[in-house]
């Protein structure tokens, strides 16, 4: 099944720590997986991906980290601003016939200055 | 190059009404894809095409359709419109970015049935 869910979890931490946030994921057979931010008011802004044959990778101070034997991502933001506050939302790609996107609930990140 | 791009920004229809959304692609991209977002149910997958033929669909009744066109723009329509339609539509369209090709979002319409 796909895996949406309705509880928006929340994160809060001060400005200039690192931050986790932490996915769960339904198909053990998805091969490759993203990270988007939504801010307020707009579409998800793509941030990170990884495949499924790796297990770490590394952006400019996001690092996605994929344990596939407990279907499990993260994203983990390094030295957290204020401009960091948004949902963020991990994503499988489904390639049954075509380009399909299954969403995570979201977790809503906020930055205390 | 310009982002995908969705009009109307906001729209506002009573019950049984038809809608039609439009979204224009990043240039070059071919496949735009849609979703419907609301606060109960999150980010939910509707179609996705690629040149001018649908190639996925989601759990979503035959009310919702869409339709792209030669250059790429793309429109969803949403025949006799019921409160629960009222939600973010997200149009994404595909090009290459990190390890492989992702999906990139426009700015969404608001659609608000009453």
């Known amino acids: 099944g796909e895996s949406v869910g309705l509880h928006l979890p929340t994160l809060s931490v001060q400005e200039g720590d690192n931050s986790i946030i932490n996915c769960a994921y339904s198909?053990?057979?998805?091969?490759?997986f993203i990270w988007y931010k939504q801010e307020s008011g707009k579409g998800p802004q793509f941030i990170i991906d990884?495949?499924?044959?790796?297990d770490k990778r590394q952006g400019q101070r996001v690092t996605v980290l994929l344990n596939k034997t407990v279907k499990h991502l993260s994203l983990q933001i390094a030295a957290t601003q204020p401009g960091d506050s948004a949902v963020y939302f991990c994503a499988e790609k489904d390639d049954t016939g075509g380009f399909k996107t299954i969403f995570g609930a979201g977790t809503r990140l906020f930055v205390k200055a | 190059k310009a982002g995908v791009t969705q009009t109307p920004r906001y729209l506002i229809k009573t019950r049984g009404q038809q809608v039609t959304l439009s979204c224009s692609p990043i240039s070059g991209h071919r496949s735009v894809s849609w979703y419907q977002q609301t606060p109960g149910q999150g980010l939910q997958f509707l179609f996705e095409y690629f040149s001018e033929t649908q190639r996925n669909k989601g759990n979503f009744p035959g009310r919702f359709s869409g339709r792209q066109f030669s250059n790429s723009r793309s429109e969803m329509n949403v025949s006799t419109l019921e409160l629960g339609d009222s939600a973010l539509y997200l149009c994404?369209?595909?090009?290459?970015?990190?390890?492989?090709?992702?999906?990139?979002f426009g700015p969404g319409t608001r659609l608000l049935v009453l």
């Open positions: 994404a369209s595909r090009g290459l970015a990190g390890v492989q090709e992702t999906q990139y």
């Open positions: 198909n053990s057979a998805s091969d490759y």
């Open positions: 990884i495949r499924s044959n790796m």
